[in-house]
């Protein structure tokens, strides 16, 4: 379908629906996919796995003609350009907290406070509900915290002694440019949209871990992530200790914000203990010098940088799959 796509000018000029920067390949596929969702008995919804009804009936990508799609996109053209036009691609990877977990728990030993989380690109504040889920570790075991919530399963590689309890959350806070309300039909079945189709384990674990955000609301505010940082420091700090968190967030600013995200958490570490903890890719956030082995500067990586007492350092926690189905823990700190 990928290639069909690219090469078709009337998927062009569909695309040119889309705001300049938005216009790529994912949100093109989010929006294919959205509509499939509505609408699951269109013939397009049998290439969809979290559409069909059927999992034998899920048609073969090799079965995939240029015919098909363009009959479903004039059978739903003007909502797929609506769509184009207004929405924009924003994943909610709760996977993403088994990795989170483990690093958060030691900055919590360490510091013996619990802790205020400030997630920065916090889509619908999915990932600011970690102590709310349920892991499974393997190996290394598991922890329960509500039968209601999903399981997030990490297989794990290296020395990581996975933690025995979730660690305390005093506050919690989201910022987004856009946030998606779930309390919104539409929002909700957008962040499905966004799940690849083809991973209805995924799209399982998405479905319950909105359940459970509806059950525990969090606060995720209208912000930019480098202006309005300032503000949401001074805001949520208090006791406890601050962590600010981005998870794949850092690569869709450019290296200029990057740099000026980190001044300005270098001026409030000045005047307070705080901890930046990123699943991030090193390739992807140039102005952050990331330590790694071999070469995984392509692999998500978990790293803090933590400013203790005036003083800077920085820690490489693990390479991870960027979903959270893996981790490779091997921690390297240094000063920065």
């Not at 036009?85 to 619990?114: F, M, W, Y």
């Not at 479905?207 to 505010?221: F, L, N, Q």
Request: charged share 20%; hydrophobic share 40%.
């Amino acid at each position: 379908m990928a290639k069909i796509c690219a090469e078709a000018p009337w998927c062009h000029e569909l695309m040119a629906s889309a705001p300049p920067l938005q216009r790529l390949p994912v949100l093109w596929f989010a929006c294919l996919h959205r509509i499939c969702l509505d609408h699951p008995t269109d013939p397009l919804g049998a290439f969809f796995a979290t559409v069909a009804t059927d999992a034998g009936q899920v048609r073969t990508p090799e079965s995939f003609q240029e015919a098909d799609l363009a009959a479903f996109c004039e059978r739903h053209r003007p909502l797929l350009q609506s769509l184009l036009s207004t929405r924009r691609t924003q994943t909610n990877e709760v996977g993403r907290c088994a990795l989170l977990l483990p690093v958060l728990d030691r900055i919590a030993g360490q510091t013996k406070q619990p802790l205020r989380l400030l997630d920065v690109g916090s889509s619908a504040g999915l990932t600011l509900l970690i102590d709310r889920y349920n892991y499974r570790y393997e190996p290394g075991g598991e922890i329960r915290t509500d039968p209601l919530s999903p399981v997030l399963t990490c297989a794990i590689r290296g020395d990581l002694i996975v933690p025995e309890r979730v660690p305390e959350i005093a506050a919690r806070r989201g910022i987004d440019l856009h946030p998606l309300n779930l309390d919104d039909p539409e929002d909700a079945l957008w962040l499905q949209a966004c799940v690849w189709s083809d991973q209805t384990d995924r799209s399982r674990t998405l479905a319950a871990a909105i359940d459970t955000a509806r059950r525990h609301p969090v606060d995720v505010r209208t912000a930019e992530a480098v202006e309005d940082l300032p503000q949401h420091l001074e805001e949520l700090s208090g006791d406890g200790h601050l962590v600010v968190t981005t998870t794949w967030v850092l690569s869709y600013l450019s290296g200029e914000q990057i740099a000026r995200f980190m001044n300005i958490l270098d001026d409030f570490g000045g005047r307070m203990d705080i901890t930046w903890l990123g699943a991030e890719q090193p390739d992807q956030i140039a102005p952050i010098e990331v330590h790694t082995r071999n070469d995984s500067r392509h692999l998500t990586h978990l790293i803090t940088r933590e400013w203790r007492n005036g003083a800077r350092a920085q820690t490489t926690w693990a390479t991870a799959h960027p979903h959270g189905y893996w981790m490779h823990w091997s921690p390297h700190t240094a000063s920065v």
